[in-house]
């Protein structure tokens, strides 16, 4: 083999998904606020607080009878038919005289090109053969908020990366969740950012639309990372597009450690005061109609605009104007006394 060809072998093995199209995409944010419809729903000021994306149909309770792509008049994700939401933890900075910082979120380079997103997150819906598209009112929940022992996380399925470049566009590492890549979140003064993966389980029970843990109807299947997922199991024997969720964190503002806490703990936490054991994301389906089945049977590819399932791609001045106002009201920039959570919970 001409080394120019083995490069280039070695180049794609690195890509998510090389054998086949996907769609990714980025989404800018659309609100930060003590929500979660999913795990509380009708609750303001949550126990923790959340960076939420897509359609600004968003609401402290969300009927899962509702045509969100109906009731949606914009969404912060690239796809004008998606109107989905999308929402993880926000990750804080701990300064050693006690207050925190929000971490901000930037815009993904990598292999298949750059993503602009205004303070959200890229995702990616990877398909591996033939695929069963998420139903209306599906929904579904990826790690657990109250964990706290890294072993109980498959790293080949949630992650965190050192991002040493300070350009999001110079790729580091290889395959998302593999080599180097940890559960819990790097503490090191050369991590510019720290890039945060969440891959969904990609077997369904073919049923149910949600289960009482948001987990259960749901299950992965052989293999690990963003592959599109291998064969399911019996008791969930439908196959899923791979959800899959990047973060970038720019911790670049942090690094001097002159600010760490003394006492040697991690300065960066989720807004649960917990690491990356505890990582997690939240997934509500909200495409149009057959939007999403249409664009995984076509083959779609990344952000661009797709014909043969309606699919249309907004600019990014276009996804990052869409936004909504904090439901659950109270300061969540700047240096913070105290990370907003607690017991100021009001039923809404
Ligand atoms: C949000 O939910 C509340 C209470 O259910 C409702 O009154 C309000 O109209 C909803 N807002 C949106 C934007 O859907
Ligand atoms: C902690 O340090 C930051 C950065 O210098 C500063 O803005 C903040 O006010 C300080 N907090 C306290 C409680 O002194
Ligand atoms: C990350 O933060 C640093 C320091 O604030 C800033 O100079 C840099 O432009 C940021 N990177 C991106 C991609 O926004």
Redesign the pocket.
């Known amino acids: 083999m001409q080394w120019a060809t083995l490069a280039a072998a070695a180049l794609l093995a690195q890509n998510v998904a090389a054998q086949g199209n996907m769609l990714r995409f980025a989404c800018s944010q659309l609100v930060v606020e003590r929500t979660d419809p999913l795990v509380n729903p009708g609750m303001k000021f949550t126990p923790h607080l959340h960076q939420i994306v897509g359609g600004n149909s968003f609401n402290v309770t969300m009927d899962p009878a509702m045509d969100m792509a109906a009731a949606s008049t914009c969404t912060s994700c690239t796809f004008k038919e998606d109107t989905s939401n999308y929402w993880t933890a926000v990750m804080f900075f701990h ?5 925190y ?1 929000r971490v901000r979120q930037v815009g993904n380079g990598g292999p298949q090109g750059k993503l602009v997103n205004k303070g959200g997150l890229d995702v990616y819906y990877i398909p591996s053969g033939k695929v069963t598209a998420f139903k209306k009112g599906f929904r579904m929940l990826a790690g657990s908020a109250t964990n706290t022992a890294d072993s109980k996380v498959s790293k080949g399925n949630i992650c965190h990366r050192c991002w040493t470049s300070t350009n999001e566009d110079n790729f580091v590492g290889s395959a998302p969740c593999s080599g180097s890549d940890t559960v819990a979140i790097p503490m090191d003064p050369k991590c510019k950012m720290i890039r945060q993966t969440i891959i969904f389980p990609t077997c369904w029970d073919g049923k149910n639309l949600d289960s009482p843990d948001h987990a259960s109807h749901v299950a992965y299947g052989q293999g690990s990372g963003a592959t599109g997922g291998g064969a399911c199991p019996s008791t969930h024997p439908t196959k899923l597009p791979q959800v899959m969720y990047e973060l970038m964190w720019n911790v670049t503002e942090f690094s001097d450690k002159s ?1 760490w806490p003394t006492d040697g703990s991690n300065p960066f936490v989720y807004s649960m005061n917990l690491g990356g054991a505890a990582a997690h994301g939240d997934y509500v389906f909200g495409w149009k109609d057959n939007s999403l089945q249409l664009a995984m049977d076509n083959n779609c590819n990344l952000n661009k605009d797709c014909p043969k399932a309606g699919l249309h791609a907004q600019t990014d001045a276009q996804y990052s104007a869409c936004n909504k106002k904090q439901q659950a009201v109270e300061d969540v920039e ?2 913070l ?1 105290e990370l907003p959570m607690g017991d100021k919970a009001i039923k809404a």
């Open positions: 300064h050693k005289n006690g207050s910082h600010m700047g240096w006394k």
